[in-house]
């Protein structure tokens, strides 16, 4: 291929990727939905870094973790594991167990009302 044509399709490449909403290196942040759960994050559990955990700090709803599991020379999934949820005076975190496996690439998905 030519120079230019190899800089027209990675230009194409890109502007495609960036249209269809992808922003190149960046990670995905959970996005609020109005009335429900807000200030969303995902971590390892504290104490046990094969557990991901996912939890909001406000609102009433539904939420989960999602994330790789990663161990010696690979990597599977995505997973989702089971959904947190807070409602009146209850609150759930969202869980995702990777056995002996490590959680990589966490971020708060499915979030609702």
């Not at 027209?8 to 909403?21: E, W």
């Not at 190149?24 to 104490?47: D, E, I, M, N, R």
Request: glycine letters at 14%.
């Amino acid at each position: 291929m030519t120079s230019t044509l190899k800089k027209f399709i990675t230009a194409a490449s890109a502007s495609g990727l960036l249209a269809a909403g992808v922003v190149l290196g960046t990670t995905a942040t959970a996005q609020a939905v109005p009335g429900g759960p807000s200030g969303c994050t995902a971590f390892l559990k504290p104490g046990n870094s094969h557990i991901a955990e996912a939890w909001c700090k406000k609102g009433n709803g539904y939420w989960n973790v999602q994330a790789k599991c990663a161990g010696p020379g690979s990597t599977h999934g995505p997973y989702k594991g089971d959904p947190g949820f807070r409602a009146l005076s209850r609150e759930k975190a969202a869980v995702l167990s990777c056995g002996s496996g490590y959680p990589v690439e966490l971020k708060v998905v499915d979030i609702h009302v």
